[in-house]
Each structure stands twice: as structure tokens, then as C-alpha cells.
């Protein structure tokens, strides 16, 4: 099957970016046919409307709206926010190795034929709370109204629907059945405060700590929302894995090995991108009704009501009750309950984030996670792939810390204890600086050509977004601790890390995709 068709996003942003992004997925595409297709399988999902503009939107999924309100919602749909969804979808999608989407799809084909492969359910697991979280994501930076009106817009648009629908049918219902019906509606709830640490940190070099803030805030109640749908799923799993079954790639559904879908190029179904990317269109035009019409009934659009909460049922009046309370005896008046320990902040028993010392032309690499990893290497991904980095030769360490003080289990088993000073900006370990390495770069450009360290590879990059890299010319955009490269041999995003010195925009020393990157003289100030 052909790979899905793919917009040059390189020079785009804003509604023009989504705009690109929903014309990447008509009707007749493989991840608009299986998604529909899915969605048709379940209760309560409206039909898949196929716009692939946000104008098309305004028209075939809400009936026609006023011009005005449209334009107002390109406006909105230029805010920095939705470019920062899309490409947390787009990471999503291709996550660990370009395999995120297909462990769920994979996952639900062979509990319908009745194989399973090793190390399925915990991977499918992990997968469920990273997209939860994702998930979270897209709906705090598509949906900026109040905490107790977002997941209630969310479920008003027909876009919003479609996701959750999609997520508790495809990553919870059908791989993870027993396990819902188990926990009998609790079961998101209880993953997501169980791998919530461990999945955030797998998404902080793509969204950032106020994303992950961010999107924690609304974790819980969203985990709510997920385990009601997944309920409604299990009496439909049989019919959804038939369906699935149906419409994907017969190399997804032949139940051949994941090593073979990755060679047959399986990553061509990236629904959570077509997803998020309908939702921030809807999400655009439901505002702009809310700012400019807020009371009138325009297609469906939800009202000022439609976000209110429930009213809440009458309490039932308590009987009365008959015994008097006991006074409290002479000894237990006189023994005040002692206060509980308290508990050391997240800040106190964590580090978290790649940092560099530079001096006198050497570097040294700390790389902390908040489940207590440590490596002296920077990783090649952002999704955190321990085990591809230590077949990559990368020794992996650990860490505890305790306030101010933190030791170091090194790879090679050397133990160091040290005083940290944790700032902004900074690590420092008994007084030696080392700076942050991963920013938030996104909207940015850089400018230089730098070297592969020990090899004869360069990187040019041009304020314009163009790039010359080892496999040819192409186009780049920068993001959270990450870069995005599209050559004509596709799209491939890495791991990017920087102390930004001394320039931001022509940083001396970069790490890309694990590979250490120093900056070339440029031509102009070279000496002859």
C-alpha cells in the first residue's frame, strides 16, 4: 500500500500548517478508511465528516458557517499552540522507532485471531498511558478554556468524540480486554497513576515540563472519561477487531512479526495526526462561535450551556440521629495526633533533563530521567529508548538523590556522592556547571554547518529551514529538544541537545540523534 500522502510542512505554520495536515488525509486514504471504518463499528460516533480544510470543515461537518466566524477561527488556529499539538501527534505517532500506533492495532488483531507475542501486554500497556497523557496533551493545547469546560467541549465536537472513541477502542478495549472489565471502569485511572512518571518522562524532550503540567492537570479526569468509553467498547470487541481485521494492510493483519511490519513500512497509518488534526480545527471554529455568536444554534456547535456542568441531584436529608456524641475522655484530650512525616517533594528526590559541562575543548554528558536512570551519553530519542541506547554501546547508570544531595551509580559501577544545585538553566554538582541541553527550540532556525565528530558527516543548517545532511538536501524545523528532517527519503525526527553557547542560533557543540556535532569555522572568518 502507498504510503500516506505527505504535505511540505517545512515552510508552513499556523492554519496553513493544519490546513496541509488535514489535506494529508481525504476520504480515500488508508488511515481515513480504517478510522472510519472503526468508528462505524462502535455506538455513539457520529459519521467521519471528510473535510481536509478548515473552511470544508465549516461546511461539511457544521452545516455552513458565517464567514466571520471562520475567519476568526484562522486566526486562532494561528496561535503557537496548535502547531505545538500537531507536532506532539506527529511524535506520537511515530514514537519508539515508528511503532506507537501499530503495538495497538497489532495488539487487538492478535487477540482477535488468538496469538499473542512476548512482552505484548506490558508494551501495550506503556503505549495506553503515553497516549493518555498525549491525549491530555492535545486537549490542553487545543481546548484553552477552564479545567471543568475542556473535557465538556471535547465531548460537544464530533472531532473530539472521534478520539476518544478511537483511543478506548484501539489502545484499551480490544488489546487489554480482560484487564478493563477487571477493573470494571477504573482501569485508565489506576495505569495512569501507576506509569504516570515513567510515560512523562518519555514525553518531556517532545512537550516540555509545562506540557507535562500541563496535561497532568487534566490527567485524572480524562482517565475517567477514557475508562467510561473503553466500558462501552467490550460488548462491540469482537466486531471492532473484525472490522480492524477488514480494512488494514494485510501486512498489519497477516500476523506476521513486528520486524516485518517495520520493514514493510506499517508506520503509514498515523491516526492520532489526522485525529488531533481534526480536533484543532473544530476546536477553532467552537471558539470562534463562543467569541462571536455564543448563544445562536450554528450547526452543532456547542453554547455557553453546553459547557456548564450537570446540575448536581438534591441531597437526601439525613435521618436524625437519636445518641449524643460521647465526650472525649480526660486521656485522649490530652494526646494531640502528632502531624505526619512529611514527604520530600518531587523536587528533592528527582533530576530530570540532559545536561553538558564544557571546558578546555572536552564535554561530559549527564543524562537524568525521573525513574532514577543515568547515562553519560546523550540519547539518539526523545521517547527515552533505554534498550536501543545501550545497544547502541551507551552504558546506562543510576542515581538517588536526597535534597541537595545526590549519588551517582556510574555505568561502570563507580559510585560518586555529590552536592547538586538544581536552577533553571543549570545542574551544579560540587560547584562544576553544567547547562541545560534540551530546549524548547520550536519556531526557531540554526545557521552553520557542523561535523560528526570522529567521521567525515556534515549538517548544514540555514535560517530558511533548508538542510544539507549526510543523506541529502531536505528541510528542517526544530522543536522541544528535537528536530524534524524531511528529505526525499521521508521524515525523520531526532533527539536534539544543546547548551546553545555561545550562539543560539550557531552553537558550538550539539548532540543529534546521539551522535556529537561540533560547528565548522565558517568560511568567512577562516584565515588563510
Known amino acids: 500500500m502507498a504510503p500516506e500522502p505527505r504535505p511540505d510542512r517545512s515552510r508552513l505554520s499556523g492554519h496553513a500548517l493544519l490546513d496541509a495536515e488535514l489535506q494529508g488525509f481525504r476520504h480515500t486514504s488508508a488511515t481515513a478508511r480504517a478510522v472510519d471504518a472503526l468508528l462505524k463499528a462502535v455506538p455513539d460516533v457520529p459519521a467521519l465528516s471528510p473535510y481536509v480544510s478548515m473552511r470544508d470543515a465549516a461546511e461539511r461537518a457544521f452545516g455552513g458557517l458565517p464567514e466571520a466566524i471562520v475567519a476568526r477561527a484562522e486566526e486562532l488556529a494561528d496561535d503557537a499552540h496548535i502547531d505545538e499539538a500537531l507536532f506532539a501527534a506527529r511524535s506520537i505517532d511515530t514514537g519508539d522507532t515508528g511503532l506507537t500506533i501499530i503495538t495497538g492495532l497489532r495488539s487487538a488483531l492478535s487477540m482477535f485471531l488468538g496469538t499473542t507475542t512476548s512482552g505484548a501486554d506490558a508494551q501495550q500497556r506503556t503505549d495506553a498511558a503515553l497516549k493518555a497523557l498525549g491525549i491530555a496533551y492535545f486537549v490542553a493545547r487545543l481546548i484553552p478554556e477552564a479545567d471543568d469546560r475542556r473535557l465538556r467541549m471535547l465531548v460537544a465536537l464530533p472531532a473530539g468524540r472521534e478520539l476518544v472513541a478511537y483511543y478506548a477502542a484501539v489502545e484499551v478495549a480490544l488489546p487489554l480486554r480482560a484487564a478493563v472489565e477487571a477493573a470494571d471502569g477504573t482501569y485508565l485511572q489506576s495505569l495512569a497513576e501507576k506509569q504516570g512518571r515513567s510515560v512523562a518522562s518519555k514525553l518531556l524532550g517532545i512537550i516540555g515540563k509545562k506540557g507535562i503540567a500541563d496535561a497532568n492537570e487534566l490527567l485524572d479526569d480524562l482517565a475517567a472519561l477514557l475508562d467510561a468509553r473503553a466500558l462501552d467498547m467490550l460488548p462491540h470487541a469482537d466486531a471492532l477487531a473484525d472490522t480492524l481485521r477488514s480494512v488494514l494492510p494485510p501486512v498489519i493483519s497477516s500476523g506476521r512479526a513486528l520486524t516485518d511490519i517495520v520493514a514493510a513500512g506499517a508506520d503509514a497509518l498515523p491516526a492520532y495526526r489526522m485525529l488531533c488534526a481534526r480536533l484543532a480545527a473544530e476546536s477553532c471554529l467552537a471558539r470562534a462561535k463562543l467569541e462571536l455568536a ?204 544543546s547548551d546553545l553557547l555561545p550562539d543560539a542560533a550557531r552553537p558550538a557543540l550539539m548532540a543529534l540523534g546521539g551522535k556529537l556535532l561540533d560547528r565548522l569555522p565558517d568560511p568567512s572568518t577562516e584565515t588563510t
Not at 561530559?364 to 530519542?381: I, K, Y
Not at 560547584?431 to 534540551?438: K, L, M, Q
Open 294 to 497: 455564543p448563544d445562536a444554534d450554528l450547526g452543532g456547535l456547542p453554547t455557553p450551556q453546553d459547557l456548564l456542568p450537570p446540575p448536581e441531584p438534591e441531597p437526601e436529608p439525613e435521618p436524625e440521629k437519636q445518641a449524643e456524641t460521647p465526650e472525649p475522655s480526660a486521656a485522649s484530650a490530652s494526646a494531640p495526633t502528632p502531624p505526619p512525616t512529611p514527604e520530600p517533594s518531587p523536587q528533592e528526590t528527582v533530576l530530570s533533563g540532559t545536561f553538558v559541562h564544557s571546558v578546555d575543548g572536552a564535554d561530559l554528558w549527564l543524562v537524568f530521567t525521573e525513574d532514577g536512570r543515568f547515562s553519560s551519553h546523550p540519547l539518539a530519542s526523545n521517547t527515552l529508548d533505554w534498550d536501543a541506547h545501550e545497544r547502541a554501546g551507551h552504558a546506562i547508570g543510576s542515581y538517588d538523590r536526597r535534597g541537595d544531595q545526590v549519588r551517582i551509580v556510574w555505568p561502570d559501577g563507580h559510585q560518586t556522592e555529590s552536592t547538586v544545585v538544581e536552577t533553571t538553566y543549570t545542574l551544579v554538582i560540587d560547584g562544576e556547571v553544567c547547562r541545560r541541553a534540551d530546549y524548547d527550540l520550536t519556531g526557531a532556525a540554526l545557521d552553520g554547518t557542523w561535523l560528526e565528530r570522529g567521521e567525515t558527516a556534515r549538517w548544514t543548517f540555514r535560517p530558511d529551514g533548508s538542510i544539507d545532511t549526510p543523506s541529502g538536501p531536505g528541510h528542517y524545523a526544530l522543536g522541544a529538544a528535537a528536530v524534524s528532517v524531511k528529505t526525499a527519503s521521508g521524515v525523520a525526527v531526532y533527539a536534539l541537545y
